[in-house]
């Protein structure tokens, strides 16, 4: 059980990492990126926007602690 408990942990630290926020806010995009597709929609820009945006505002919130 202690090997799956590691083996879960390392993804939890490999996709997660320090900022659960850049997590989060990849997940939302990448789930409103599939809505848009499959409503038609070319939704190439949003993933890139999304991973400037979420960046700038993790370098924000560390540059002010």
Known sequence: MRLV?????????FIVGDDWRVA?????ALGVS???????VPAWWLIPL?????LADSLRRATRA
Not at 24 to 28: D, E, N, S
Not at 34 to 40: I, N
Request: net charge positive.
């Open 24 to 28: 989060l806010g990849i997940a939302v």
């Open 34 to 40: 599939a809505m848009l597709v499959e409503a038609g």
């Open 5 to 13: 408990a590691r083996f879960l942990r390392f993804w939890w630290t």
């Open 50 to 54: 999304a991973a400037v945006g979420l």
